[in-house]
């Protein structure tokens, strides 16, 4: 049974950073690509980044245009886990941060994930 568990997520002020985290487990996902999605109150759930299984020695990243130049998605495949730094926080990102896989080896915006996380809260506060 695959699963996704997020963590780290949590209150700061605008402008702070946080890091999170999510750990999958049930497979070997070193050939699947991953990704963030949040959704904020009210709202739709929107794309925030991605990364896909490392060919070669790159894996290739995509980001929201509102997270470009402050977010950045990283993987571990040791230990099955893909990374969302969060910098230069806005209270707009406040959101619940969900992480997602897809069995193909890129996430593309628009594609429904094939798993999801139950999702970590962001509060960012002014």
């Known amino acids: 049974q695959v699963q996704l568990v997020e963590s780290g997520g949590g209150s700061v002020q605008a402008g702070g950073s946080l890091r999170l985290s999510c750990a999958a487990s049930g497979r070997t996902f070193s050939t699947y690509g991953m990704g963030w999605f949040r959704q904020a109150p009210g709202k739709e759930r929107e794309f925030v980044a991605a990364i896909s299984a490392i060919g070669g020695r790159t894996s290739y990243v995509d980001y929201a245009d509102s997270v470009k130049g402050r977010f950045t998605i990283s993987r571990d495949n040791a230990k099955n886990t893909v990374f969302l730094q969060m910098n230069s926080l806005k209270p707009e990102d406040t959101a619940v941060y969900s992480c997602?896989?897809?069995?193909?080896?890129?996430?593309?915006?628009?594609?429904?994930?094939?798993?999801w996380g139950q999702g970590t809260q962001v509060t960012v506060s002014s």
């Open positions: 997602a896989v897809v069995t193909s080896s890129r996430l593309r915006v628009g594609v429904e994930p094939d798993y």
